[in-house]
């Protein structure tokens, strides 16, 4: 796939999946996205087993396949190279950046979570990694014990770092418009995008397309 490895890729509506244990409810929430416009796709179930996680995540990637969208596991670089998804994004519990560059090769996508820390981002792009992300830039229903990410990061993190930078932890419609204006490439969303629909997943399509309108203006 051309798409591995590009970090310009990693811009505009950054979808998470849900904890959902039901494959095909997930399934119909995650094409309903795609079909709504996401640009990067990251599986992460923190309720599934391993054998449910490798389930899920090899039903998923024939879709971000057909839609063209990057398709990064959470966490695993085990399961990114078992299923050859396009990368994985990597907490600061996860393991070493410049040796998970070193595992993926130079066509995967590397993300690192990077909290508050702007001296993070330059550890990571220093060693590889393709994007950024700081979080929680507000309150967040799924990590709310996660440390508060100032929006005037993205600006201070910019004058040392050229990669993406990726604004995650409670982003909303309402406040999406900040992280965006502040200097966001792209926004990472769950609850927000998935939480609030029946099992059909057209929803989640129709709040890809109202998240995704925030950018369109955005050079």
Same mark, same amino acid.
């Given at each position: 796939?051309?798409?591995?490895?590009?970090?310009?890729?990693?811009?505009?509506?950054?979808?998470?999946?849900? %904890?959902?244990?039901?494959?095909?409810?997930?399934?119909?929430?995650?094409?309903?996205?795609?079909? $709504?416009?996401?640009?990067?796709?990251?599986?992460?179930?923190?309720?599934?087993?391993?054998?449910?996680?490798? &389930?899920?995540?090899?039903?998923?990637?024939?879709?971000?396949?057909?839609?063209? =969208? #990057?398709?990064?596991?959470?966490?695993?670089?085990?399961?990114?190279?078992?299923?050859?998804?396009?990368?994985?994004?990597? $907490?600061?519990?996860?393991?070493?950046?410049?040796?998970?560059?070193? @595992?993926?090769?130079?066509?995967?996508?590397?993300?690192?979570?990077?909290?508050?820390?702007?001296?993070?981002?330059?550890?990571?792009?220093?060693? $590889?990694?393709?994007?950024?992300?700081?979080?929680?830039?507000?309150?967040?229903?799924?990590? #709310?014990?996660? #440390?508060?990410? #100032?929006?005037?990061?993205?600006?201070?993190?910019?004058?040392? =770092?050229?990669?993406?930078?990726?604004?995650?932890?409670?982003?909303?419609?309402?406040? +999406?418009? &900040?992280?965006?204006? +502040?200097?966001? %490439?792209?926004? +990472?969303?769950?609850?927000?995008?998935?939480? &609030?629909?029946?099992?059909?997943?057209?929803?989640?399509?129709?709040? +890809? @397309?109202?998240?995704?309108?925030?950018?369109?203006?955005?050079?």
């Amino acid at each position: 796939m051309a798409i591995l490895g590009n970090p310009n890729k990693i811009r505009g509506l950054y979808a998470i999946t849900p %904890d959902e244990e039901n494959t095909d409810v997930l399934l119909a929430k995650v094409e309903a996205a795609l079909r $709504g416009g996401i640009n990067v796709l990251q599986y992460r179930n923190k309720l599934a087993s391993h054998k449910l996680q490798t &389930q899920q995540a090899r039903a998923i990637l024939p879709l971000c396949r057909q839609y063209q =969208v #990057p398709f990064i596991i959470n966490d695993s670089i085990k399961l990114c190279l078992t299923l050859d998804a396009d990368g994985v994004h990597l $907490g600061g519990d996860d393991g070493n950046l410049a040796e998970a560059r070193a @595992r993926l090769g130079a066509n995967k996508i590397l993300g690192a979570s990077c909290y508050n820390r702007p001296e993070l981002a330059l550890a990571a792009e220093q060693a $590889g990694a393709n994007y950024a992300a700081f979080g929680a830039c507000f309150i967040s229903g799924t990590k #709310p014990n996660a #440390p508060v990410a #100032p929006l005037n990061l993205f600006a201070q993190a910019k004058q040392s =770092v050229s990669i993406p930078l990726v604004a995650i932890g409670g982003i909303t419609l309402e406040n +999406a418009t &900040q992280a965006v204006a +502040a200097g966001a %490439d792209a926004i +990472a969303v769950v609850g927000a995008l998935f939480n &609030q629909e029946d099992e059909s997943g057209h929803s989640a399509e129709n709040m +890809a @397309r109202r998240f995704s309108q925030l950018f369109s203006n955005v050079k």
